[in-house]
């Protein structure tokens, strides 16, 4: 779920489409990209690869192999810290995000550092490349978890990613769905079925507008729809909170972080 909770809105579970998921978290980033990119921008780092909120890096996790001469697409950039990174070691990375203001941070970015990340405003679900035009997709807590037609977004990560291409990507972990969004003592007390799939909803009390939207799959999920898809499970990364690791984002914190897994990364290559 989000940390950004604003009070004028409640909170629902039910089915929501494509179309209503996309209307409402593009203009939902585009608001809250400003504090976004202040609350967290120097935990993300201009030119860094975070890969969650347990503060685990590229660095540390080598998930992605060497990316140098590589091209490579982020998928959800946001305002291409983990693109930045890559262009840092070699790789020729371009950016994908919905938030026109994310993209506007993005460039904001590339003056301050001068590492330029060349992004485009899009959808997962239909990536404005050529067949075969990369090495690398990754996406760190990006589009993925806000789609609702998700086996369109990875059937388009196959048609871009060439033959042993690597495709990567972080999530809040599904087990997370059976808990609270409540980084005390709360969040560690189950109330809901993991197979319950229904999105979750937050929707504008004053216009009934849907506002945000999240989706949630069971590992068994991802696991299948990866594997019809044509890809290669390689690892299934589940970090450890850090025993030197205070920060508290969203739902995630110390307390629930020591007990119980909070960000699963899959990592596959296409066959």
Excluded: K
Aim: aromatic share 10%; proline share 5%; charged share 25%.
């Amino acid at each position: 779920m989000q940390d950004h909770l604003p009070q004028s809105v409640r909170v629902e579970r039910r089915p929501v489409d494509e179309s209503e998921s996309r209307s409402a978290n593009g203009p939902d980033w585009d608001r809250y990209a400003d504090e976004y990119q202040a609350t967290h921008g120097e935990f993300l780092g201009d030119v860094g690869f975070v890969w969650g909120p347990e503060g685990q890096t590229e660095d540390d996790l080598a998930i992605l192999g060497d990316v140098a001469g590589r091209d490579v697409l982020e998928v959800g950039s946001g305002a291409g810290q983990c693109s930045r990174w890559v262009r840092s070691r070699g790789g020729r990375a371009v950016g994908l995000d919905l938030s026109h203001r994310q993209l506007q941070h993005s460039r904001r970015i590339d003056e301050i550092t001068g590492v330029v990340v060349p992004s485009v405003r899009a959808t997962a679900t239909h990536l404005p490349f050529a067949d075969d035009s990369f090495d690398i997709v990754f996406c760190s807590f990006g589009a993925l978890q806000f789609v609702h037609d998700i086996a369109d977004a990875v059937t388009e990560t196959a048609r871009v990613l060439r033959p042993g291409g690597r495709y990567a990507f972080s999530v809040t972990h599904p087990t997370r769905w059976m808990f609270p969004d409540d980084p005390g003592d709360g969040g560690l007390v189950a109330s809901q079925s993991y197979w319950d799939r229904t999105p979750y909803v937050e929707v504008d009390d004053e216009t009934g507008v849907v506002a945000y939207v999240e989706h949630h799959r069971t590992l068994g999920d991802w696991v299948r729809l990866l594997s019809s898809t044509g890809f290669v499970l390689r690892d299934l990364v589940e970090p450890e909170w850090p025993a030197d690791h205070d920060r508290v984002w969203g739902g995630w914190s110390r307390t629930r972080g020591l007990l119980t897994p909070g960000t699963a990364i899959f990592v596959t290559d296409l066959t």
